[in-house]
């Protein structure tokens, strides 16, 4: 029976995380139900979105994510409306994330992540990377003037692996 219930548990809360929130489409949708047609991930952020599918960036980032829980930027020069595209590149042994939002949004995603541990994310705001592989993420800034950027596999963002820039 308790075996059961662990599976019923297990399977309750995947169904819970799979809603529209964080469902992917080709006509993604944010939270409200409204459809952003062309758009890269599936919801709007509080410091932005995914960039239009064909949108130039106007700036180029690298980060590496190192095993040292930290990541290095080539730079963190970003203003609101830049549209960045970010070279995120796993230089460690282990799988690291790479996600932008706001405070409160690292706070929920972390939270998700904890609840289910070798998730692997992809949504427009977060790309997961396995060791020695590189992503890219174009991302255009709006709205809150503070975005954080943060590893959210367990333990990685208490560990430091997490950064702060202030549009300007």
Known sequence: MKKINTWLLAGLLTAGFSGASFA???DDAHSDGHVMEGHEGHKMSAVGMPAEKGAEANKTITVHMMDTMKFNFSNLDIEEGDIVKFVVMNKGQIPHEFGIGSVEEQVAHRKMMQAMPGMKHEDGSTVSVEPG???????QFMGESTAQFAC?????FEAGMHAEVELH
Do not use: C
């Open 152 to 156: 959210n596999v367990p333990g990685h």
């Open 24 to 26: 992917s489409t080709d």
């Open 133 to 139: 592989k590189t992503k890219e993420l174009v991302w």
